[in-house]
């Protein structure tokens, strides 16, 4: 019996992307089909999938711990990977990842209203970086996935949090 199963290597890996979005198994033929529109490829772009996505990024303040893990995992990409250009950030409606974000996390219409934060987060600590916002939605019946590009605060806001995750 052959113990064994190999596969090929990726020689040379030239990521352009990181994209990230959540977990939520409504979203996973969606979430494929969006990428591979925007001009991306899953097998060669770095896409980290973790349930919330990158809504810690809105509320460094609130959730250090999660937004911090979350910068140094998007630093030692960007480091390590100098082909990488373009930072995405997808969220989506009804994430239930929120049942785990602190009260005063909950804006009006939290998941879009968010991302402009992260955005904002996002091109404070990535300013070389292209910056990318999706918000995906149901349609009506809830059989079908929108997506539609948010754009990002025009100003960082986030001068006191920051103190907090770069001490
Ligand atoms: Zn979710």
Redesign the pocket.
């Known amino acids: 019996m052959n113990n064994f199963m190999t596969y090929p290597a990726v020689i040379n890996p030239n990521p352009k992307a990181i994209i990230k979005y959540?977990?939520?198994p409504r979203f996973v033929i969606a979430f494929k089909g969006f990428i591979k529109d925007l001009g991306f490829d899953d097998e060669v772009d770095i896409v980290k999938k973790f349930?919330?996505?990158p809504v810690a990024l809105a509320h460094p303040k609130e959730m250090p711990s999660r937004s911090k893990w979350l910068r140094k995992q998007l630093e030692f990409d960007c480091d390590k990977f100098s082909s990488i250009e373009t930072l995405i950030a997808i969220m989506?409606e009804d994430?239930?990842?929120y049942h785990t974000v602190p009260n005063k996390c909950h804006r009006l219409g939290k998941e879009r209203s968010d991302l402009p934060f992260i955005g904002s987060f996002l091109k404070h600590y990535f300013p070389s970086k292209e910056i990318r916002l999706y918000y995906a939605r149901f349609t009506k019946n809830k059989t079908k996935i929108t997506f539609e590009e948010v754009e990002q605060l025009k100003k960082v806001y986030l001068t006191e949090p920051l103190k907090i995750l770069t001490s």
């Open positions: 959540c977990i939520d349930a919330g996505g989506h994430c239930a990842y």
